[in-house]
């Protein structure tokens, strides 16, 4: 079965600082793609970044970038220059091709960013 | 272009009673999706939709029911509320397959049953 695992319910960073957020995942597919979704207070649910299992490079998106291993089922990512609106639930998710679209989430981690 | 939208944004129930929970997209997506969040968890998939006209169950699709009428709608259906359905429900959307699977989501309504 896939499973999506963040094991760090909770983290807090100094604004202007770096954090990096947890995510380990199980599959014996080859194909796959892994997400990271933002949920504010306001509940919408916003589309950091995206990794192609089958992309050796590491995506980035301005201050957000992750560190895709493979072999290691694992996928962090890294907040640079946190900002005051970065505070939120962070989700990792994952989702294999082929598939019709079953999102896999872990349970989310809990970012606070103090001034 | 207002992606995907969700009515109504909160609701409170009794238990026993039926609604419905609307979903609807403007961007011309094939897949659509309803997930229920419960705190101290990510989303769970409760049914999903590939097409007009076709539905399918997900992860936690028991005292649920969908209907898919019109590509841009997805409704979601509970015939008899129960306390264990509070949660707050997304409603998301999607390509084709083949795309970036990217899944867009809508703002959420939170439910609470009584």
């Known amino acids: 079965a896939q499973t999506v695992t963040q094991s760090q319910p909770e983290m807090s960073v100094q604004e202007a600082e770096t954090v990096t957020l947890s995510c380990t995942y199980d599959?014996?597919?080859?194909?796959?793609?892994l997400f990271w979704y933002k949920q504010p207070p306001s509940r919408q649910m916003i589309l950091v970044i995206r990794q192609e299992a089958y992309k050796q490079q590491n995506a980035t998106e301005n201050r957000f970038s992750v560190n895709f291993q493979k072999a290691a089922k694992s996928f962090s990512l890294k907040i640079s220059d946190s900002q005051l609106g970065d505070a939120a639930m962070y989700f990792c998710?994952?989702?294999?091709?082929?598939?019709?679209?079953?999102?896999?989430f872990g349970k989310g981690t809990k970012l606070s960013v103090k001034p | 272009n207002a992606g995907v939208t969700q009515t109504p944004k909160f609701r409170v129930l009794k238990t026993g009673q039926s609604m419905t929970l609307l979903c609807a997209q403007d961007?011309?997506?094939?897949?659509m999706y309803w997930y229920r969040q419960d705190p101290g968890m990510g989303l769970r998939l409760i049914h999903y939709?590939?097409?007009?006209?076709?539905?399918a169950k997900g992860e936690v699709p028991d005292g649920y029911n969908v209907s898919r009428l019109k590509k841009q709608n997805f409704l979601l259906g509970l015939e008899s509320a129960a306390p264990s359905q509070t949660s707050v429900y997304f409603c998301a959307s999607s390509k084709l397959l083949g795309g970036s699977y990217e899944q867009y989501f809508g703002p959420g309504t939170r439910l609470t049953v009584t």
């Open positions: 961007m011309n997506h094939e897949y």
């Open positions: 998710a994952y989702i294999y091709g082929g598939s019709q679209g079953n999102l896999i």
């Open positions: 939709s590939v097409g007009e006209g076709t539905t």
């Open positions: 599959t014996s597919e080859s194909d796959y793609y």
